[in-house]
């Protein structure tokens, strides 16, 4: 009898159900056609795309709200309420003009993310759409930079070009950031010209390269912090159309060198004009594939990896000529099966790097490697399974009186997450947090840096006091290593200074002032000569026990 | 959600017989059942679109719940501390907020802790999740549905490349 009495709620329920509108929105946002967008120059005008999908796939829906707040220029229409049909789509498109640096910081300041603006995000925007039974949420970030310039340290830059159905480079290219502590590679944003031999220039700190497809005229370009890209001048050289410019670096005194690898021409370029200072054929021993080259700023060197020889090679850029080194090029003291390099960098510290594939066909892998220019052997520091990228640019000479990066700060996220940089950070001794304890050991280390705000390991709810304790406990400790590590100097722990009169006021006072300061240099590489290469965040929060304060 | 008369019917019947996939805290129910002019709801997490990711966890940095600018009583879940979203079966119990019976609308801030981490390919990574501020507003009515409302966060288009790792930019659905 209750089953029957069920089944006669679970039929009037269905019937209702069938007449009602469904209830499944999604809403999606982009800036720019992307989730983060960077802008370098104004004005510039951003346009967003506000997305409101029905995922319904039978039943029509009612949308009751539809808002973007931050953006309170924007008129989304067609306005909210309205049903879209089942698997329809709206899509509200709304454009603003970020008139300067200052007004992107301003809407930074407006917006729900409470961490904005800040060296990574100037602002988020928000798109949130409602119906009677649900809402959805999608977000977009914006980076404001102050200038088009990139700033002189040891960030590593990667690009590389689409293929076209005949093997020839095309467009896109895409500009990337290589960071070697996470092994993280970062899209910067994409060219229309099908560039290679990207060259960073110690003078303007800007980056260089050479369009060529094989079959237009080649040109030489200026690629921008966006991964945009602009003609500087034709390429004036005595190469065919049918010439692919590889390799690119920029030597002491500013001028490019570019590299075409069927003809082996090199040629030197004026930057600030794009035209021709040289041009000769280079002499090599033998067989020689070369997919890129950096300048030795210790010797004005040119080095690279012949890929045909295995072997590290150099090139004197005066002269053209080019030496082998004697022995095969080892990585990790073994032979390596077919390395093919393809991006090559020197430090301003005359450390070379290189990027590119080794192992047998079936288990190809990419890896960062450091180069012993002595030796010509190779040690493999990272190993990720990241696509294979064509080209590769640092700054490579220290410049004096050209702007300086802001000091070289990480998160907490990345001390918790990277042992030898908290090693490092111990390595100094015992780390006094004030009133609330100190710190020695790794796992009390990680213990606080992996703490929830609000639940303790135990289980046990964290009160107010507790949770800003944990949180400033957190930043305290990573503004100590950013000082000891990377040697930028910490914020005065002084609100911490009283066990007995912890001033709640003070104390969020202070959180935020390390907050900030942590998170103000994380765009600034770290220094290659660091080593740090490897985060496993895991494995460290196994290894965190609950610190008590 | 799809058939929301029914739901109407059905609250009483999943207290009976648990919550299936869902966790519960039993000392926040009972709490919250022995006030006679408090009602008990939900809030959930639950990880969407997150094939590519052998594990994706969130901490919970701190939740609001407020009704016209009033704080409203909510607890949070032990549950919260250490959230695995890759494992899209299981709605976490961020914790149970505590309404009058007066209160008709409120508006729900949760904060993700703002780092995390993740496995793909084998690897791990960080997640910058800052930005992992999730806010919405919602009414009794809806929420007398299921007692409870539940987060879908999108994985898939919530987690992109950032610098060192991945960035959280939460792309949500939120249901009664």
């Known amino acids: 009898m209750m089953g029957r009495k069920w089944l006669g709620l679970l039929f009037i329920g269905a ?94 300041i407006h917006d729900a993310n409470p961490v904005t603006p800040n060296h990574e995000v100037s602002f988020t925007s928000t798109f949130s759409i409602g119906w009677d039974a649900g809402a959805s949420q999608a977000g977009a970030n914006v980076l404001c930079l102050p200038q088009p310039n990139l700033l002189c340290d040891d960030t590593v830059y990667l690009s590389t070009a689409s293929r076209s159905p005949e093997g020839r480079p095309a467009a896109p290219s895409r500009l990337y950031i290589f960071d070697p502590a996470t092994g993280a590679v970062t899209l910067q944003g994409e060219a229309a010209l099908p560039y290679n031999a990207l060259a960073f220039n110690h ?28 003609i500087i001048a034709p390429l004036d050289t005595a190469a065919p159309r049918s010439a692919i410019w590889t390799a690119g670096a920029v030597l002491k005194d500013g001028s490019y060198v570019g590299f075409e690898h069927s003809t082996h021409r090199l040629i030197r370029i004026n930057p ?23 300048m030795n700023p210790r010797d004005g060197q040119l080095y690279a990896f012949n890929n045909a020889t295995q072997r590290l090679t150099r090139i004197d850029p005066l002269t053209g000529v080019a030496t082998d080194h004697a022995e095969l090029a080892q990585i990790d003291g073994r032979s390596a099966e077919n390395p093919v390099m393809s991006a090559a960098v020197f430090t301003r510290d005359g450390e070379f790097f290189l990027y590119g594939t080794s192992g047998p066909d079936t288990r190809r892998v990419s890896g960062f490697h450091a180069v012993d220019v002595t030796t010509g052997n190779l040690t493999r520091l990272l190993t990720r399974p990241v696509p294979q990228l064509a080209n590769g640019a640092m700054c490579g000479v220290y410049s004096w009186g050209s702007p300086r990066p802001q000091p070289t700060t990480r998160d907490r996220g990345f001390f918790g997450a990277s042992e ?56 305290a400790l990573t503004a100590v290593c950013n000082e000891r590590v990377f040697n930028t100097r910490a914020p005065t722990l002084s609100a911490l200074e009283n066990p007995a009169s912890l001033d709640p006021g003070r104390v969020e006072e202070l959180r935020q002032r390390l907050e900030r300061h942590n998170h103000s240099g994380k ?18 929060m196994e290894r965190a026990e609950e610190p008590r304060f | 959600m ?25 000392d926040d129910l009972m709490r919250a059942l022995g006030d006679p002019v408090l009602d008990a709801f939900e809030i959930r997490l639950r990880g969407q679109d997150a094939a590519q990711y052998e594990k994706v966890l ?31 079966d299981h709605a976490h119990l961020l914790g149970r907020f505590f309404l009058p019976r007066y209160v008709k609308q409120v508006d729900i801030t949760v904060r993700l802790d703002d780092v995390g981490a993740f496995k793909e390919d084998s690897l791990a990574g960080l ?26 966060l999108y994985l898939k288009d919530s987690l992109f490349d950032g610098m060192g790792g991945k960035t959280l930019l939460p792309a949500t659905y939120i249901a009664h």
């Open chain 1, 523 to 540: 765009r600034t590489a770290i220094p290659l000569r660091k080593r740090i290469f490897a985060v496993d965040p895991l494995r460290a």
């Open chain 2, 2 to 26: 799809k058939i929301p008369s029914l739901s109407r019917w059905v609250p009483g019947l999943l207290v009976a017989l648990g919550t299936g996939a869902c966790d519960s805290s039993e």
């Open chain 1, 15 to 108: 019937v209702w159900a069938s007449n009602a509108w469904a209830s499944d929105f999604r809403a999606e946002k982009l800036v720019n056609g992307l989730k983060q967008y960077t802008v370098d120059t104004y004005p510039e005008t951003l346009r967003f795309t506000f997305t409101v999908t029905n995922i319904d796939p039978t039943l029509p829906s009612e949308l009751l709200s539809a808002t973007a707040p931050l953006l309170k220029s924007c008129t989304l229409s067609p306005t909210s309420p309205l049903v879209v049909p089942a698997g329809g789509h709206v899509t509200y498109q709304c454009e603003i003009e970020l008139e300067s640096h200052d007004a992107c910081l301003t809407l930074g």
């Open chain 1, 203 to 230: 003078f303007d700190n800007t980056l260089y390269a050479i369009a060529s497809d094989g079959v237009s005229a080649a040109s030489f370009i200026r690629v921008d912090a966006t991964g945009s890209s602009s």
């Open chain 2, 58 to 88: 969130l901490g919970m940095g701190q939740v609001e719940v407020t009704s016209f600018g009033e704080p409203v009583r909510f607890e949070p879940s032990p549950n919260a501390r250490a959230m695995d979203l890759s494992d899209t």
């Open chain 1, 272 to 294: 600030s004009t794009g035209g021709t200072l040289s041009e000769q054929v280079v002499t090599v021993p033998g067989d020689f594939q070369m997919a890129d080259f950096a």
């Open chain 1, 420 to 475: 030898s940089a908290l090693l490092e950070c111990l390595a100094y001794g015992p780390i006094s947090l004030g009133a609330l304890g100190e710190v020695s050991t790794l796992p009390g280390a990680l213990g606080i840096l992996w703490a929830n705000p609000a639940i303790a390991s135990n289980n046990a709810r964290r009160t107010a006091l507790e949770s800003l304790k944990v949180r400033t406990a957190r930043e």
């Open chain 2, 127 to 152: 997640i910058n999740a800052q930005a992992g501020t999730i806010q919405f507003s919602t009414t009794r009515s809806a929420l007398e549905q299921r007692s409870r409302v539940v987060i879908h």
